[in-house]
């Protein structure tokens, strides 16, 4: 078929469809345009949400971050004095009136550690001045009074094993068959108890002879 027959079916293929009006090519091109609008209007869309947000980092830039309030300190708590582990004046005053008496009896005391501060019987022992082969003795006191010895003779060895609130436990040196004067081998404990004001031996005290040899 040469260009002049094709020419011929075109325009009589042209002439079978129906007429279109001028409406309808507008409508087309609207319709297209719309398209593409949209088209580029998601592209920008897109690209606003994969861009970093510059304003907001400005804007967080820009506003000054809020400085934490100080907290008031706690006011320290007033430390409580501590009470003096040690006798107080007046306990020592009293030990030292005590120390005084058994020196007015012609005796020096051996240790000021016997005397018990806390306790109501207290004790001390002495022994005379100027003689150190004299003997022992116990003076007792309750609290800041005097009460007496434990015995009216000496004991060549006497120490107090024992102490409680009113009562006293003694130890005494006890001679026994072969011992030198001086160098007692017995020992025998002795209760003292204050009840009412009155001190007495809870247990039996030995003979003098027993308690006391002087060394020569």
């Given amino acids: ?19 279109r009006s001028r409406g309808y090519r507008w409508a087309r091109r609207i319709a297209g345009l719309l398209a593409t609008a949209a088209f580029l209007g998601s592209g ?9 947000d510059g304003d907001a980092d400005e804007v967080s830039a820009a506003t000054p971050t809020a400085t934490p309030t100080a907290t008031p300190e706690k006011k320290k708590a007033k430390k409580k004095k501590a009470k003096p582990k040690g006798p107080t004046k007046a306990q020592l005053a009293q030990r030292e009136d005590a120390i005084a008496t058994v020196r007015s009896q012609g005796y020096t005391t051996l240790r000021k550690g016997d005397y018990d501060f806390k306790a109501q019987l207290r004790v001390l022992i002495g022994r ?16 800041g009074t005097y009460l007496g010895t434990d015995a009216q003779a000496p004991s060549t060895k006497l120490t107090v094993a024992k102490q409680g609130k009113v009562t006293i436990t003694l130890s005494y040196g006890v001679y026994e068959a072969g011992d030198t004067p001086g160098s007692p081998s017995g020992r025998k404990r002795v209760r003292f108890r204050l009840q009412d004001g009155v001190l007495a031996p809870l247990d039996t005290i030995p003979l003098d002879s027993a308690r006391f040899q002087r060394r020569r």
Avoid at 1 to 19: H, T, Y
Wanted: glycine content about 6%; aromatic content about 6%; charged content about 30%.
């Fill in 1 to 19: 078929m040469d260009s002049r027959a094709r020419k011929v079916q075109a325009e009589r293929n042209r002439r079978r469809l129906p007429r």
């Fill in 128 to 143: 005379p001045v100027g003689d150190a082969a004299g003997g022992h003795r116990a003076f007792f006191f309750d609290r």
């Fill in 44 to 52: 920008v869309a897109i690209a606003m949400m994969v861009m970093p």
